[in-house]
């Protein structure tokens, strides 16, 4: 089994900053990528960015130049930079796992960027 916390959800205007933290325990090894995707209401869940087998990163096209994605291996911590953010980033963030056993998912924390 793995768990996966999110955290650093919030309110923010838009053109602010963010950072989500997603804190992953139990049997993690195995791992074949880390990722975190959003959904918003009414909307499919849609990737936003992603940390493959070998560290090469992908992120959305609505994303790319705002968002950073970064894993501490050592803290098992995925991290989500976001930066000017925009009303329509305005979703529930989940983190993603996928290794040997399974594909995880957190319980999700909400963005709300609205002025």
């Known amino acids: 089994q793995v768990q996966l916390v999110e955290s650093g959800g919030g309110l923010v205007q838009p053109g602010g900053s963010l950072r989500l933290s997603c804190a992953a325990s139990?049997?993690?090894?195995?791992?074949?990528?880390i990722a975190w995707y959003r959904q918003a209401p009414g909307k499919q869940r849609e990737m936003v960015a992603r940390?493959?087998?070998?560290?090469?990163?992908n992120y959305a096209d609505s994303v790319k130049g705002r968002f950073t994605i970064s894993r501490d291996a050592a803290k098992n911590t995925l991290y989500l930079q976001m930066n000017r953010l925009k009303p329509e980033d305005t979703a529930v963030y989940y983190c993603?796992?996928?290794?040997?056993?399974?594909?995880?998912w957190g319980q999700g924390t909400q963005v709300t960027v609205s002025s």
């Open positions: 139990g049997s993690t090894s195995g791992l074949n990528s």
């Open positions: 993603n796992l996928v290794n040997v056993r399974g594909t995880w």
């Open positions: 940390i493959g087998l070998y560290g090469n990163t």
